[in-house]
């Protein structure tokens, strides 16, 4: 069963409810355009980053001065390079340098994973560059599409930017269970693991469910997935919470929950389902997402026995949590999303208009989006956020999501505004960068049965990296690439940070150049109209 892009409900809204698409909406995306000569530069016979403090994506802290030596796509060397506070030596080993990068005052890091991403329809961003110069222009080297795409533009975006034809961030590619294969509705286990068969041949990475399939058919997908080594994910929505919660999901094998959804399920206080409005409609958004938020009042006592018990049941059954907390925090700040710094300069007119009030856009639930409303999203970000903090403290894996192109976000920058939850959630800053780097990693390849050979700086892992002027771990305003304001010492307003330098599969980007680019982009649709 193919399933069309819905440009104006949202692809996950059309799955998730079950509703037709339009063929006058249901547009392609362009196709992304060749790597031109004057974007990225290498990969280098040998590359030397000199003098930098690295924050190496292990939880160990920042060390520096060292000397980071890139061979062609591979770290063969991390050196230290001197003494702080006292000036480097000069001429140092190795001496060879075919390229070199002066990092002396910066910091490098693991290019940033997001594991969970989509790239736009048409109606939205048409030109995928669009999102992935975004991405690169963040820090986020590699990306786990849930989907990238609907249909073989995921697969064939994953190839280009493998092969590094194109600008984009390293892809792997999820299908969303039932997209394509042309096997009917997915209404059997049969069915389920001969499409989940088909998806392996396909050369995707893993597996996307709703629960809109009953327990039985999510089963058996899962169990094929984990023997074809395909990783899993679910956004566990409310048309199908009663039969496939978190915990259940996570009994029958699911690899990661996204979002929020299907946790407090698993912890209702009195019965078994949420009580809902007695006019609750599900299809109606700002209802559903209303509804939500008032799961927080119906919930077991935070940190109590059972509130432990559910999350050491996840971590025995090695569920990764995947918050995506960024997304829907226009919830409970809507006038702050709205007028959000990036958006003048580098959000599109289309996607600006599709993010307005609307009751056909999928997330632009502001119909009437009152004072309570928000009060109510603050509360239920309270609990949520400590049951992330909880899991990560008992040894659970939580990954860094942004799901962009919804709710006021675009692309990159809400990736760091999830860095930024992730911190006010109780992370400490080292924390959240292993979130975003080594444990990313760990998602995405665990399902593999192999080592990660990104999310580290490390000698033998590819050469995945964030150069940035200033210390993420003060500030992580600072990677925004709208920068940030502070005084300078002579008490004058100056602007700071954005990250400096992408390095992905040991080809070098200019981050400056890529946000250039998405300028160009907005200022031309702008005039176009």
């Not at 340098?97 to 961003?125: C, R, S, W, Y």
């Not at 632009?364 to 989006?369: A, K, P």
């Not at 390095?503 to 982009?521: P, T």
Request: proline share 6%.
């Amino acid at each position: 069963m193919r399933f069309s892009v819905l440009a104006q409900v949202g692809a996950c809204c059309a799955l998730l409810l079950g509703i037709a698409a339009d063929s006058a909406i249901a547009q392609r995306m362009e196709p992304v355009p060749a790597r031109r000569a004057d974007e990225g530069a290498g990969p280098y016979a040998k590359l030397v980053i000199r003098g930098a403090t690295l924050i190496d994506g292990s939880g160990a802290p920042p060390k520096g001065p060292v000397d980071i030596v890139i061979e062609g796509n591979r770290i063969t060397d991390v050196r230290g390079a001197g003494t702080p506070g006292l000036p480097v030596p000069a001429n140092r080993e190795p001496r060879d340098a075919t390229q070199e990068i002066d990092a002396t005052g910066m910091f490098v890091l693991p290019g940033f994973i997001d594991t969970h991403g989509h790239n736009g329809d048409a109606g939205k961003a048409p030109q995928p560059s669009y999102g992935y110069k975004l991405w690169l222009a963040h820090g986020v080297t590699s990306v786990r599409g849930v989907p990238i795409h609907f249909g073989p533009e995921s697969i064939a975006d994953k190839r280009r930017s493998a092969d590094n034809s194109i600008v984009a961030p390293r892809i792997f590619a999820y299908a969303v269970l039932g997209d394509g294969g042309n096997i009917g509705r997915l209404d059997t286990p049969e069915k389920a693991r001969a499409w989940v068969r088909w998806a392996a041949a396909q050369g995707y990475d893993g597996i996307k469910l709703f629960n809109d399939t009953s327990r039985p058919v999510t089963a058996a997908a899962l169990d094929e997935a984990k023997k074809l080594k395909l990783g899993s994910v679910a956004h566990l929505g409310q048309g199908g919470v009663a039969e496939v919660n978190a915990r259940i999901a996570g009994e029958l094998g699911l690899g990661t929950v996204t979002h929020f959804y299907g946790h407090f399920e698993s912890l209702l206080r009195e019965g078994r389902l949420p009580k809902y409005s007695n006019d609750y409609n599900m299809f109606d958004e700002q209802d559903r997402f209303y509804e939500i938020a008032r799961l927080a009042d119906q919930i077991v006592e935070p940190g109590g026995p059972e509130w432990k018990a559910y999350l050491e049941e996840q971590l025995e059954n090695g569920v990764i949590f995947n918050p995506t907390l960024n997304i829907y925090s226009a919830s409970r700040d809507l006038m702050r999303a709205r007028n959000a710094d990036w958006h003048e300069k580098y959000t599109l007119p289309s996607l600006y208009r599709f993010f307005a009030p609307s009751r056909v856009n999928h997330g632009s639930y502001w119909f009437d989006w009152t004072t309570e409303k928000e009060v109510a999203w603050r509360r239920f970000y309270n609990p949520y956020m400590r049951l992330m903090n909880d899991y990560k403290n008992m040894g659970g894996i939580v990954t860094v999501g942004s799901d962009p192109g919804y709710i006021y976000q675009s692309w990159g920058f809400p990736y760091i505004q999830e860095l930024e939850m992730l911190q006010e959630a109780g992370f400490t800053p080292l924390e959240t960068v292993v979130a975003a780097t080594r444990n990313g990693a760990y998602e995405i390849y665990r399902p593999k049965g192999i080592e990660a050979p990104i999310g580290m700086v490390r000698p033998g892992m590819l050469a995945d990296l964030v150069i940035v002027p200033e210390n993420p771990l003060h500030n992580f305003k600072t990677l925004y690439g709208t920068g940030f304001e502070r005084l300078d010492k002579n008490g004058k307003v100056e602007r700071v940070g954005g990250v400096r330098w992408t390095i992905k599969d040991g080809i070098v980007y200019d981050a400056h150049a890529l946000l250039a680019d998405v300028a160009a982009m907005v200022a031309a649709q702008k005039g176009a109209q």
